[in-house]
C-alpha cells in the first residue's frame, strides 16, 4: 500500500489503476498521481509482463482479478477498496497520465471538499503512435473519474463505459493524458473486440422493448457534456443507415472538425476509426441480424 500523502491532510483520495501487460506505462502513470493520493489499488487482470513487478517496486498495492468486462472490473475494484462513504476515488487505466494542471486541479477539489459536488469531469487527450491527436470528433473529450466512493458507480455496458454519481458534477482544469503506447496490430486487435462489444451492446438495445436505465448515464441535451454525447449518439447516430454513417462519421470527423490539421497520423487514425471500427461494428450488427433470421427460419 502506498504512503498517505501530506498534500491530502486528512481527506483520503484512493487511485485505483487497471492493468493488463502494462509494463510500458503503468510507472509513468502512476508517478503522475503521486501528488494527491493517499493509496494506489493496483487491479491487474493476470499480466505476463513485468507489470506487477513494477507497481510492486513502489511499494502498492496489488490485487490480480479475471477480466470479463470494463463496467464489471471497475466496480469490482471499487467494491474490493473497502472504502469508506467520504472518500475520494480516482479511476484511471494504465496508459492514462494525469497532467501536471490536472494534479494541481485534483489536490485542490479533494482538498477543499466542496460538499456541493459529488465528482469531477476531466478532459481527456488521446494519443496515437505517439502523437495527440487535437482535432476531429473525439475532442473535447469529458469523462468523469474523480468522486465520492458512497457516489459514484460504472454503468453495466459492454462498451462506451462511464461513471455515474448522484449529485452535482463540476469540470477541472488540466488533461488526462491517454497514451495509449501500443502498436498498430494491437490497437487493431483491441479495436476488434471493442467492435463485437459494440456491435452486441447496439443490437441489445434494438431488440429490448424496455431498457433499464437507473444505473445509466442520462442521455440528455441539457446535462454534461458526456450525457449530451449519449443523447446524440442514441437519437441521431444508432438512427442513420448502417454502413452508410461510416462515411458520415468520417467527413465529420476528418473534415469538419478538422482532423486533417493532424496531419499524416490523423489521416491514420480517422481512417481507422471510421472505416476499420465503425465500418466493423455496423457490418458485426448486419451478422446479428442475418444470424437471427437464421435461427427464426429453423425454428419456423
Keep these: 500500500m502506498g504512503q498517505s500523502s501530506s498534500n491530502t491532510k486528512d481527506v483520503q483520495l484512493v487511485t485505483i489503476i487497471l492493468t493488463y ?23 491487474d487482470s493476470f499480466s505476463s509482463d513485468q507489470t506487477i513487478s513494477i507497481v510492486e517496486s513502489f511499494g502498492y498495492e496489488v490485487v490480480q482479478h479475471k477480466f470479463e468486462n ?13 472504502l469508506k462513504p467520504d472518500d475520494w476515488v480516482l479511476h484511471v487505466d494504465s496508459d492514462e497520465v494525469v497532467s501536471a494542471e490536472l494534479a494541481q486541479s485534483i489536490h485542490q477539489a479533494v482538498s477543499t471538499d466542496d460538499k456541493r ?36 458507480f460504472c454503468e453495466d455496458r459492454l462498451y462506451d463505459q462511464h461513471y455515474v454519481v448522484v449529485g452535482e458534477t463540476k469540470k477541472l482544469q488540466g488533461l488526462l493524458l491517454d497514451l495509449q503506447l501500443i502498436t498498430l496490430e494491437q490497437w487493431t486487435a483491441s479495436h476488434n473486440r471493442w467492435s463485437s462489444a459494440e ?26 457534456p458526456r450525457m449530451q454525447k449519449r443523447w446524440l449518439k442514441n437519437n441521431i447516430w444508432y438512427r442513420s443507415p ?13 473534415f469538419i472538425r478538422l482532423g486533417f490539421l493532424d496531419g499524416k497520423v490523423g489521416l491514420i487514425y480517422h481512417v481507422l476509426q471510421s472505416f476499420w471500427f465503425r465500418f466493423l461494428v455496423d457490418s458485426k450488427i448486419i451478422e446479428m441480424q442475418i444470424s437471427a433470421r437464421k435461427r427464426l427460419e429453423t425454428k419456423n
Design 21 to 43: 501487460n502494462s509494463e510500458a506505462s503503468v510507472a509513468q502513470v502512476i508517478q503522475s498521481c503521486k501528488d494527491f493520493t493517499s493509496r494506489y489499488l493496483v487491479v
Design 70 to 82: 470494463y463496467s464489471k472490473q471497475r466496480n469490482w475494484a471499487q467494491e474490493y477498496a473497502n
Design 117 to 152: 459536488y459529488s465528482g469531477y469531469l476531466m478532459q481527456r487527450l488521446s494519443y496515437f503512435l505517439g502523437k495527440p491527436i487535437r482535432f476531429g470528433h473525439i475532442n473535447p473529450s469529458w469523462h468523469l473519474r474523480l468522486f465520492k466512493a458512497s457516489k459514484g
Design 199 to 224: 456491435a452486441q451492446e447496439i443490437y441489445s438495445q434494438l431488440n429490448q422493448s424496455k431498457i433499464d436505465t437507473s444505473r445509466s448515464l442520462p442521455a440528455s441535451l441539457k446535462g454534461d
Design 242 to 254: 448502417v454502413l452508410l454513417r461510416s462515411f458520415i462519421y468520417f467527413t465529420y470527423s476528418y
